[in-house]
């Protein structure tokens, strides 16, 4: 097998490349005096349909955490971490029905903001330094630095410098223009994903037929993975025991059976779609039907998307299992897996994977770089350093924002500083994530729904959140026991004890919520700043309910069948 793109493939690659160049400029173009509105930069105020919103969403979602992180931990665990995102797709219908209501209802354009307004401007500012950290030195860098690695895994490991920058520069093209830009070239990124993503599985499923049964047919090959790798098609693990291995306890620890359901896998998912701006900004400048269905239309595109980004990683397993891949392609770490797919195709086929891969790499870059600017020009620059700033002049400093973001991620990627390729690129970024998501989701959700949380208990939430994750992740065995009733902690394989970290938020979680209400119960019974709620907000449309059955349906049926 040729591992190596070739001509055919860099014709396909360009193609795509143009394709996308030219409709982000044509877009530009077509209303270019929007340019000096920093609502529609920022927002795209008005101008993304519903579909646009969806694919958007999902195109910034799915990156190369999905594709390298998401795969390779199919490769290790199999379709038990497909949670993440049938989970998500539940979590998009509470976003749509309750939280969006509230944002457009109260003008909110930003996440800081909507702290300024619910509680006051100390709570926002914290958590726009914080944001901006957390996006820049976790999200932004991670996408980046996994998504070279895969294209280089295709294009040569020689060529991942210039990967790294090229994948930098083409995102920054991008983000220059807005929102509006972002969100209509997302529609064609979106669709190029997929129609990679879906060629990539095809191909993959095909030679596992042709591999272990002398056949041509890919479904015969979806069959053989799940008789050849049973334990890979189970997405409820069961409690370790004295005698299970430790690769067993090593899949436990990440995805923890039936209690994750009752703990972190709610939290991590809520926070990331409804408290995130590098996602709800997607919908904040669309009225609350549009916003809906766009929404809705992201859930139910992520129904699919672990056909196309876990898949692979259980078909890679299984040829490797049976000694299919050669060293040079393949050694058996889980982050090589999507790219030991990607070797599998042929010519032209695999340009085109190479394209939806980039897609969902530069769509993700754009995306989140645009919430970086966003938040630092909008929440920071025009509040505290320059309030009598024309739009002109913060479209300007957006921009600026983007290439000094996009600057230190290719800085801090040059070298894995961050040790990302250790950590696994998936894992990397969920456990990272999950120190603020348990205090940044408690203030969310008591700030919208509960009129007597204040101030300082939001404060005092984010704070309590992020030592209790630190505490739960790093300390609690060494404190408290492996055994409590708490939790179980078992061994990490380098000498220590760990609990798993959905467990770990889910009691954060809990802890700060209580806290907070406590703090919050004296003080007055109605908070000044609480936003006003009425029924007709969540009233939901003949329409929205169609696409909420048909996704709890699904989700439903896919688990009745791979409990």
Known sequence: MDQLLQTSDYIVFLIYFVLVSSYGLWVYNRKKSAESS???????EGSLTWWAIGASLIASNISAEQFIGMSGEGFFAGIAVAAYEWIAAIALIIIAVWFIPVYLKNKIYTM?????????????IVMAVFWLFLYVFVNLTSI?????????????????????????????VITIGGMKVIGYTDVIQVAVLILGGFVAVYLALYTVDEALNQGSSAFNGFLTLMKKAPDHFHMIFDKPTASS?????????????????????WIANLNYWGCNQYITQRALGADLKTARNGILFAGFLKLFMPVI???P??????????GYFDGAVFDGKKDGAYSAILSLLPAGMKGLSAAALTAAIVASLAGKANSISTIFTLDIYHNYFNKTASEKQLVWVGRVTVLVAMLIAIFCTWDDLLGIGGEG?????????????????AMFILGMFWKRTTGTAAIVGVLSGFLLSVFFNNYAPSVLGNETLLYTAYPDGKGGFEIPFLINMGWSFFFTMILMVVISLAGPKVNPKAFALDKAMFKVSPSNTVWITIILMVVIALYAKFW
């Open 38 to 44: 920093t609502k529609d930069y920022f927002l795209a």
């Open 112 to 124: 800081p903001q909507f702290l300024k307004q619910r509680y006051n401007e100390t709570v926002a």
């Open 144 to 172: 980046l630095y996994l998504g070279a690695m895969a294209i280089s895994g295709l294009a040569g490991a020689e060529y991942f410098y210039a990967i790294v920058l090229g994948l930098a520069a083409f995102a920054f």
């Open 245 to 265: 291995s430790g690769d067993y306890v090593s899949k436990y620890i990440a995805l923890p059976g039936i209690t994750m359901y009752f703990a972190g896998q």
């Open 309 to 311: 980004v876990m898949l």
């Open 313 to 322: 990683g259980i078909a890679a397993y299984v040829l490797y299992q049976h």
């Open 425 to 441: 690129g998936f894992t990397f970024i969920q456990k990272y994530t999950g120190f603020i998501s348990p205090g940044v989701f």
